[in-house]
C-alpha cells in the first residue's frame, strides 16, 4: 500500500511563511492537501493532478498558498505565504492513485493518506 508522509508544520507569526512536504512511498494520480481546525470539519485547501499539471485551491487560501511538486520523486509542497490564524489546522496530505472522475476537493475520493502535520499560527 502507497504511504504518505508529511512534514514542514510548526509554529508562524501571522502574516509568516511555512512550507509543507509530502512523499508516497508510490506513484500516485493525484495529491493533495486538506486541513481540519480545532472544532472545524476537515476542507480542501490545494491539489495537483500530475498528468495535467492543473493545480487546484479553496477560495481561502487562493493567492496566498502555492502547490508544487515532482511527480517522479512523488512528492508534493504547500507553500503557504500571508499565514493567518484562522490558518491554524492539522495538515493531511492525501492521494488518488489511479483515475476518477470526482472533483479534487472531494476529501471521499481519496485513497491514501498521511498522519498530519500541526500548522499554528499566532496573532
Known amino acids: 500500500q502507497v504511504q504518505l508522509v508529511e512534514s514542514g508544520g510548526g509554529l508562524e507569526q501571522a502574516g509568516g511563511s511555512l512550507r509543507l512536504s509530502c512523499t508516497a512511498s508510490?506513484?500516485?494520480?493525484?495529491m493533495a492537501w486538506f486541513r481540519q481546525g480545532p472544532g472545524n470539519e476537515r476542507e480542501f485547501v490545494t491539489a495537483?493532478?500530475?498528468?495535467?499539471?492543473?493545480?487546484y485551491y479553496a477560495d481561502s487560501v487562493k493567492g496566498r498558498f502555492t502547490i508544487s511538486g515532482d511527480n517522479a520523486k512523488n512528492t508534493v509542497y504547500v507553500q503557504m505565504n500571508s499565514l493567518k490564524p484562522e490558518d491554524t489546522a492539522v495538515y493531511y496530505c492525501?492521494?488518488?492513485?489511479?483515475?476518477?472522475?470526482?472533483?479534487?476537493?472531494?476529501?471521499?475520493?481519496?485513497?491514501?493518506w498521511g498522519q498530519g502535520t500541526q500548522v499554528t499560527v499566532s496573532s
Open positions: 492525501a492521494a488518488r492513485l489511479y483515475y476518477t472522475y470526482n472533483s479534487p476537493s472531494a476529501d471521499t475520493s481519496y485513497e491514501t
Open positions: 508510490g506513484r500516485t494520480y493525484v
Open positions: 495537483i493532478r500530475w498528468s495535467s499539471g492543473r493545480t
